[in-house]
Nanobody, 125 residues
Framework: QVHLVQSGGGSVQSGDSLKLSCTGS????????LGWFRQYPGKEREGVAE????????YYDDSVKGRFTISRDNADNTLYLQMDRLQPDDTAMYYC??????????????????WGLGTQVTVFS
């Protein structure tokens, strides 16, 4: 059973940066797809970015390309989401996720079995 603990988040001004962290434990397989999702009030979670631990291939939603960077520290099993040039539309609850095997590149919620509890990101204009 993979356990994901999130940290980071908070409230910032438009144009500022934030970095989210997600430390995982309980990994049993050699490779995983790790992802970040966000959820707006009353909406379903949508994919932001994902990374395949086997070769560090990354995928991004078009809305964050060039602004957000997903990365992983293999030494301590921590997943990161560096968010730069934040905009008010980025205001949402952010979740990290994990599942064994390769990423599909589509960053779909149903492809992930393990989830963090979420952290709020608020961007003021």
């Amino acid at each position: 059973q993979v356990h994901l603990v999130q940290s980071g988040g908070g409230s910032v001004q438009s144009g500022d940066s934030l970095k989210l962290s997600c430390t995982g434990s309980g990994y049993k397989y050699s490779t995983y797809c790790l992802g970040w999702f966000r959820q707006y009030p009353g909406k379903e979670r949508e994919g932001v970015a994902e990374i395949y631990t086997g070769d560090s291939t990354t995928y991004y939603d078009d809305s964050v390309k060039g602004r957000f960077t997903i990365s992983r520290d293999n030494a301590d099993n921590t997943l990161y989401l560096q968010m730069d040039r934040l905009q008010p539309d980025d205001t949402a609850m952010y979740y990290c996720a994990a599942d064994a095997g390769r990423c599909s590149s589509a960053i779909r919620e149903y492809e992930f079995h393990y989830w963090g509890l979420g952290t709020q990101v608020t961007v003021f204009s």
